[in-house]
């Protein structure tokens, strides 16, 4: 049977601020990283976009593990997260994936032979990239380093409809119409993406991160059959390497009863939903969030305000501050080392209004 529980380290003090809350431990300040933090609002990385396309800084190591050290040159961050795509993976199943700007699938995945021709490579040969640029990274990396995936649903989303989409009709047309293709497809991909991210973890990564960006598109039920089970596969095939595990889906409070049953020890949420009451629907786990990405356009004095209110409104458990997504690109940096200078001295054992 599947150990679902990984199993911390014994003295969580030795641990790292980042992983500790993870872990489940009430740091007296919340760790803070950001989503998409090395990335189009930082010059150093725009520069380097220049020279090399998207998809050589994500296949070439060294490229991407400094891509990914950009921001923890330029800030004092808890966490780095490895510089790649969730679509990365897809091109180790056979999959044609080009980036227009957005992910664009040259074939979409929607008959019985689709779902067949889809391979599932071994560990060692799903993008082994991405496993050497962990490697380089934790050679150098004085904090921990976070791997990723998509989950099964929001991979199907891009394979089903070929490209990004407001609504993804033919997406859930395809959930509706077509349900045992879709479980066949998604049985595949849940597959991959625990050999993926243990692949991962066993280069080096220290936590993971699992996206189900389009997960709130759904209802509970739909959510619960085609989403929730699927990535509760793939959480399930973690536990035995003993990392915490984050699930981050966006737009999904209503979802939130399900999420909670999901095998992680940490959920990432939107801006949607206040964290203290995002707290009361998920009790047991560690809270990561919840800045809206907007809200570092504004002046520092707001920026300021919010941010100490959502420290305020996580305390009384574990807190990990994020972004609900990821940074806009027209962020100014500046904006960013003030939310970081804000956060780290916030003190959240001290009394509060």
Not at 128 to 143: D, F, K, Q, W
Not at 151 to 165: H, W
Not at 202 to 220: C, E, P, T, V
Not at 233 to 238: A, G, P, S
């Amino acid at each position: 049977m599947l150990r679902t529980n990984p199993t911390p380290p014994t003295d969580i003090s030795e641990a790292p601020l980042f992983l500790r809350a993870l872990w489940g431990e009430d740091t007296p300040r919340a760790p803070i990283w950001i989503m998409r933090q090395a990335g189009r609002y930082l010059p150093e990385y725009r520069a380097l976009k220049e020279k090399y396309s998207f998809w050589q800084m994500c296949e070439e190591p060294d490229l991407a593990a400094e891509v990914t050290l950009q921001p923890l040159a330029r800030y004092p961050l808890d966490a780095a997260i490895v510089f790649s795509d969730i679509m990365t993976p897809l091109s180790s199943m056979g999959v044609d994936v080009a980036f227009h700007p957005g992910p664009v699938v040259a074939a979409p995945i929607r008959t019985p032979a689709d779902i067949q021709a889809l391979r599932v490579p071994a560990e060692d040969e799903i993008s082994p990239y991405v496993g050497e640029a962990i490697r380089i990274l934790r050679r150098s990396l004085h904090v921990p380093l976070i791997g990723f995936a998509g989950a099964p649903l929001t991979l199907a989303t891009y394979l089903i409809q070929g490209q990004g989409s407001k609504e993804y009709p033919t997406l859930r047309q395809f959930l509706w119409g077509e349900p045992d293709l879709a479980h066949a497809l998604l049985e595949k991909l849940a597959e991959m993406t625990a050999r993926y991210l243990r692949m991962q973890i066993k280069a080096g990564a220290q936590a993971i991160q699992l996206f189900d960006s389009w997960a709130g598109l759904h209802s509970a039920p739909i959510y619960r059959t085609f989403g929730a089970s699927y990535a509760a596969k793939v959480l399930d095939r973690l536990a035995d390497l003993d990392v915490p595990r984050i699930y981050i889906a966006v737009g999904a409070s209503h979802l939130y009863e399900e999420i909670a049953a999901l095998p992680v020890e940490a959920v990432s949420v939107d801006w949607r939903m206040p964290l203290d009451l995002v707290r009361r629907a998920l009790p047991a786990k560690t809270l990561q969030g919840n800045l809206e990405p907007a809200i570092l356009l504004a002046p520092p004095q707001v920026i300021e305000e919010q941010a100490q209110d959502i420290l305020r409104r996580g305390i009384g458990g574990a807190h990990v501050f994020n972004l609900g997504h990821g940074i806009f690109p027209q962020t100014p940096p500046e904006h960013l080392a003030h939310l970081i200078d804000v956060v780290q001295r916030f003190d959240r054992h001290a009394p509060h209004p």
